[in-house]
Nanobody
Framework: VRPVESGGGFLQAGDSRRLSCVPSGGTFRFYTVGWFRQSPGKEREFVAAINWDQGFLLYGDLMRNRVSISRDKAKNTVYLQMIGLEPEDTAVYFC??????????????????WGQGTQITVSG
């Protein structure tokens, strides 16, 4: 399965944005789907993850109070809703999928399949 992200763009501080992730060539069934972000010179950071089948959620401390992850099984899509975006949130946002144990959802090394990322740029 190859995750494909969409929804990036150029935003103003305080804006909201919803990112989408769909599984090209497969399904997210049996997988955990995570969102990560990476800024230049920084390591990839965990934002949130969701278990596709049971719907269990995990949020990282990075954007905990400003993001919401969800999935729509009918549309075969995972969403990341972000609010109150700031310039510090400027990054490439990646969607990843894998059979990841619950203790490791925040560890990007554990995910097998990655999208190419979608750029979020926030100006102040």
């Amino acid at each position: 399965v190859r995750p494909v992200e969409s929804g990036g763009g150029f935003l103003q501080a305080g804006d909201s944005r919803r990112l989408s992730c769909v599984p090209s060539g497969g399904t997210f069934r049996f997988y955990t789907v995570g969102w990560f972000r990476q800024s230049p010179g920084k390591e990839r950071e965990f934002v949130a993850a969701i278990n596709w089948d049971q719907g269990f959620l995990l949020y990282g401390d990075l954007m905990r109070n400003r993001v919401s992850i969800s999935r729509d099984k009918a549309k075969n899509t995972v969403y990341l809703q972000m609010i109150g975006l700031e310039p510090e949130d400027t990054a490439v946002y990646f969607c990843a999928a894998g059979g990841v144990g619950s203790d490791y959802w925040s560890d990007y090394h554990r995910y097998d399949y990655w999208g190419q990322g979608t750029q979020i740029t926030v100006s102040g």
